[in-house]
Nanobody, 115 residues
Framework: QVQLVESGGGLVQAGGSLRLSCVAS????????MGWYRQAPGKQRELVAV???????SYAAPVKGRFTVSRDNAMKMVYLQMNSLKPEDTGVYYC?????????WGQGTQVTVSS
């Protein structure tokens, strides 16, 4: 059974940086696409970044050039480096794993960017 646990969230001033981490348990990590989503208060959950099993990243327009997604298959980890943070980046960030038509979600980690 796959479980995902995020960490690294917190409170940061605008312009600052945070690095989110997500560790996966279970098998199949190296064959999985991994993603980061976020949900701001009162808004729908939105995709932030994805990285394929082969390591190819892609980003949502609002974060392109500021965020970097990476993975370590040996450690079953995926990371989201967030630079030049803005107040509109505030929200709960979720790690996701997609494998064999199934999707798995972590419990989320709160990111708050103050102006």
């Amino acid at each position: 059974q796959v479980q995902l646990v995020e960490s690294g969230g917190g409170l940061v001033q605008a312009g600052g940086s945070l690095r989110l981490s997500c560790v996966a348990s279970g098998s199949g990590f190296s064959r999985s696409a991994m993603g980061w989503y976020r949900q701001a208060p009162g808004k729908q959950r939105e995709l932030v970044a994805v990285i394929t099993s082969g390591g190819t990243p892609s980003y949502a327009a609002p974060v392109k050039g500021r965020f970097t997604v990476s993975r370590d298959n040996a450690m079953k980890m995926v990371y989201l480096q967030m630079n030049s943070l803005k107040p509109e980046d505030t929200g709960v960030y979720y790690c996701t794993l997609s494998l064999g038509g199934y999707g798995y979600w972590g419990q989320g980690t709160q990111v708050t960017v103050s102006s």
